[in-house]
């Protein structure tokens, strides 16, 4: 009995050595709340849904922010500031089921909203490109249709080109298929060319861009008679001749591209694999050969990148959407990359029921201006709308 009891006899003399050893701590209890992470961006919020392609926000001539897109039957058009601040804004009804998708501003800061709206033929509805005209407060100078009789003319891209005119961009629907449509005009409206790019198989455009050396290139998609799709990529003269077209499939779209240095093109945009799109880019030379492509983002999301710009240091960054099957919720996100591909940043933020991140633009501290849109779900079933804003630096750390 005496060998028993001395083990326990020596625990208790060890453990009474210890008493002046402090308690440990039990930290508070987190109550429960919003709380807001250091990275999380500051928004400026305006009553809106932007435009649907990449250059639905430019900087103006002033180094201020315009916006165009649309809320109800009318087209929203904004000035505000870099930090946010409404300047103007402009609501035009263009007519019936009139949608901006783009803008621009020329020289002397008359701006230019391209977009479309629907036109009831007899008997025959069918769509024309709408271009409006307005001066630098916003208001309506003139308002212009373009397009062929009885088809579905859409425009969703606009440049103020370097020679002073301006292209629009989109699509036109003839013969059960979709092929890119290019229109230049003078800022009176008038027209210089117009040109469609038929294919047997069907085109969308989504993304219009001027490169170095007074060419235009069309980043978008091309979906054959089996319904794959691939990355389109399309460049033409100044006076709209075809100089080349490349397909990269399958299962890609291309939603922005821009133009490195060196003139090699950088695309982003997404890649359909087993049901779920996971965000793609590709790098090719100036005739659309491919270097690399790559994929990035979390495999249980649907992510796309809709809008890619250059840093000042040659990485690029890249703006877009990400959706959750499981939540039922869309968000926004950041990723930045070196010239090789390499993953350098990748930051999700602003999940709500409807969301999708749009553009990206560079300032002149090199830091990014963002804008999108958020929607939340009303008990209808619509969706409430609102035009964001907000800025970063390229580390992914909001201001």
């Not at 005739?287 to 809709?306: D, F, I, M």
């Not at 040659?314 to 919720?329: A, K, M």
């Not at 501290?365 to 390229?394: E, K």
Request: proline residues 4%.
């Amino acid at each position: 009995m005496k060998l028993l009891i001395l083990p326990f006899l020596i625990l208790f003399l060890l453990s009474s050595c210890k008493k002046d050893e402090p308690d440990p701590v039990v930290p508070d209890p987190i109550l429960p709340g919003p709380t807001v992470p250091e990275h999380d961006p500051i928004y400026s919020f305006f009553q809106g849904n932007i435009g649907t392609n990449d250059n639905s926000t430019i900087f103006s001539a002033d180094n201020n922010l315009l916006i165009c897109g649309n809320q109800s039957t009318n087209i929203v058009v904004l000035k505000i500031s870099k930090t946010g601040t409404l300047l103007w804004r402009k609501d035009i009804y263009p007519g019936l089921y009139g949608r901006a998708s783009a803008i621009a501003e020329s020289d002397n800061q008359d701006l230019f909203i391209s977009g479309n709206i629907w036109d009831h033929f007899p008997h025959y509805p069918s769509d024309d490109v709408l271009l409006i005209k307005l001066n630098s407060n916003g208001d309506t100078i003139w308002s212009k249709t373009y397009g062929y009789s009885f088809r579905k003319d859409l425009g969703s891209q606009i440049l103020y080109t370097s020679d002073g005119n301006l292209l629009i961009g989109g699509t036109s629907y003839s013969q059960c298929c979709y092929d890119i449509y290019l229109i230049k005009v003078n800022t009176d409206g008038d027209t210089l060319w117009t040109r469609t790019y038929p294919d047997p198989d069907e085109e969308l455009t989504y993304h219009l861009m001027e490169t170095q050396n007074g060419e235009y290139l069309v980043t978008g998609s091309n979906k054959d008679s089996a319904f794959i799709t691939d990355l389109y990529l399309l460049k033409v003269s100044s006076d709209g001749t075809p100089l080349w077209n490349k397909k990269i499939g399958p299962a890609k779209y291309g939603l922005s591209t821009v133009e490195l240095s060196n003139g090699d093109l950088m695309t982003c945009g997404k890649i359909d694999k087993d049901g779920d799109n996971q965000l793609l880019v590709v790098k090719t030379d100036d005739h659309g050969n491919v270097y690399w492509e790559k994929k990035y983002g979390e495999a249980s999301l649907h992510e796309q990148g809709n809008s890619i710009q250059v840093n000042a240091d040659g990485t690029l960054i890249i703006f877009g959407r990400s959706y959750s099957n499981p939540s039922n919720q869309s968000g926004i996100f950041l990723l930045k990359i070196n010239q090789n591909g390499d993953q350098l940043l990748f930051e999700k933020f602003g999940y709500s029921d409807f969301s999708h991140g749009q553009n990206i633009l560079k300032d002149d501290n090199d830091d990014n201006i963002i804008t999108g849109s958020f929607g939340t779900q009303t008990s209808n079933g619509c969706c409430n709308y609102n035009i964001f804003m907000t800025r970063s630096d390229n580390n992914g750390v909001f201001k």
